[in-house]
């Protein structure tokens, strides 16, 4: 349990996230089988998971890594619905067997955008992984491949995730009161 008073207890826990994180490596290797594979992490959200996807991939695949910045909340708790590319690919992806590796899909329009914008540019296959699917909040289509969890309807902070570029150290995921007068210290 968190003893700062503006989170939930966990949500999911440590010990529930690196059995997520093993049973979509799984999946991911077991669908790629012997093709190498390019994973695109959206930052800063998902770095954490995606190093522990990585290293939880079997030693014998080919696997690159790279990266992309995607904002649509900047530092509040509402997307803005404005989704803007901050960090393109270093690496094409062109002819790129490419799984997208995100945080959270709450709307869709970050995950919606950045899934456009990569099939555009030709690669062999485009999946998506996501940490936390709220599929009942959809506005936009979007494809997940991978999902480790369905997640509750709150503001969900931990391991990566982020409330105005705090709490991303968190080992668990949990929920965190974005109204709360304890919260007005870290406001954007």
Same mark, same amino acid.
């Given at each position: ?12 826990? +440590?010990?529930? =996230? $690196? ?7 799984? +999946? =991911? ?5 012997t093709?190498p594979? @390019? ?13 522990? &996807? ?11 890594? /790279? #990266?992309?910045? @995607? ?20 690496? *094409? ?22 899934q $456009?914008? &990569?099939?555009e540019?030709? !690669?062999a296959?485009?999946?998506?992984? %996501? &940490?936390?699917?709220? !599929? ?7 494809? =997940?491949?991978?999902?480790?969890? %369905?997640?509750?309807? *709150? ?6 995730? /982020?409330?105005? +570029?705090? #709490?991303?150290? &968190? !080992? #668990?995921? $949990? ?14």
């Amino acid at each position: 349990m968190s003893a700062d008073p503006r989170l939930s207890p966990p949500i999911f826990t +440590e010990a529930q =996230i $690196a059995a997520a994180v093993a049973r979509v490596a799984g +999946e =991911i290797a077991a669908d790629a089988g012997t093709e190498p594979l @390019m994973l695109v992490v959206v930052l800063k959200g998902a770095m954490t998971f995606a190093a522990d &996807l990585l290293r939880a991939l079997p030693a014998s695949m080919d696997v690159e890594i /790279d #990266f992309v910045t @995607m904002s649509s909340y900047g530092r509040g708790a509402v997307s803005s619905g404005d989704v803007r590319l901050l960090k393109d690919t270093t690496d *094409s992806v062109e002819g790129k067997n490419v799984v997208i590796v995100e945080d959270i899909v709450d709307n869709g329009w970050t995950l919606n955008a950045l899934q $456009a914008q &990569l099939a555009e540019r030709g !690669p062999a296959s485009l999946r998506t992984c %996501v &940490l936390l699917d709220k !599929p009942y909040r959809r506005l936009a289509p979007v494809s =997940i491949d991978y999902c480790a969890f %369905v997640a509750p309807d *709150s503001f969900i902070v931990g391991y990566g995730l /982020d409330y105005a +570029e705090r #709490f991303r150290h &968190l !080992p #668990f995921l $949990a929920g965190v009161d974005v109204t709360s007068a304890l919260d007005r210290g870290i406001r954007a």
